[in-house]
């Protein structure tokens, strides 16, 4: 299973910015998908997770402003990121819960990073 993501680079603050995330491979059904993100100097942070029936959930410092849509078909999320800050600069990193093969319990893997730089 492989999680490719895209959509990072250089936003101005208070413009928007839209993520995507695919997972490909051996794919019996996706399960949670979501974004963390690392801000230089600080932990990793969870920012949004949304369910394969389509829940969301988000970290307090982006409610109101990112959203999250998915397309199971796909396997892929999109998150929206709105109203950029420039305190929302970090590497963005997509996580999903695969379950491979019927049967198999869910595991869970990463996407390579993808920056995202708020400035103007």
């Known amino acids: 299973v492989q999680l490719q993501a895209s959509g990072g680079g250089l936003a101005r603050p208070g413009r928007s910015r839209r993520l995507s995330c695919i997972a490909t491979?051996?794919?019996?059904?996706?399960?949670?998908m979501g974004w963390f993100r690392q801000a230089p100097g600080k932990q990793l942070e969870q920012v949004a997770t949304i369910t394969s029936d389509g829940r969301a959930n988000f970290t307090d410092s982006v409610k109101g402003r990112f959203t999250i849509s998915r397309e199971n078909a796909k396997n892929r999320i999109y998150p929206e990121m709105g109203s950029l800050k420039p305190e929302d600069t970090a590497i963005y990193y997509c996580?999903?819960?695969?379950?491979?093969?019927?049967?198999?319990?869910?595991?869970?893997?990463w996407g390579q990073g993808t920056q995202v730089t708020v400035s103007s």
């Open positions: 996580n999903a819960r695969v379950q491979e093969v019927r049967g198999w319990v869910p595991a869970g893997h």
């Open positions: 491979g051996t794919i019996f059904k996706v399960h949670r």
